[in-house]
């Protein structure tokens, strides 16, 4: 599946019911800009290396996807993303230098101003 946003390939994933920010069973992450879309069907073994050398793998990476693709409408999903990145944090991940680290990322060009959501989610959290 490619991204309707801008075209570029996603990394799609099974979304767990304990995890189900979209009411859908799958998601797909874009690796270009970031956007999270519902997909009709997930990748058993997602690779979110293809989104960014940063982004976490095994029991962190789908919160985290969800995450940060929900990042771009913060005020109406804070719950959800703060629930999210707890997650990534028992998954033994810091979410907050994840965001940093796609914040900076060249090969990434995000719809959402990650460095401004970041500030954000650290004072929600704070």
Known sequence: MDCPDCGAATV?????D????????AAALCTRCLAL??????????????VSDGFPTGAAAVPMALAVGLLDSLVLHRETVETL???VEQAGTDPLLVIDRLANDPTLDPKTDLA???RQVAQLRG
């Open 12 to 16: 799609a994933f099974a979304v767990p």
């Open 18 to 25: 304990e995890l189900d920010a979209l009411d859908e069973s």
């Open 37 to 50: 879309h519902a997909a009709e069907k997930s990748d058993p073994n997602p690779d979110f290396t293809a």
């Open 85 to 87: 990145l707890e997650r």
């Open 116 to 118: 401004t959501r970041r």
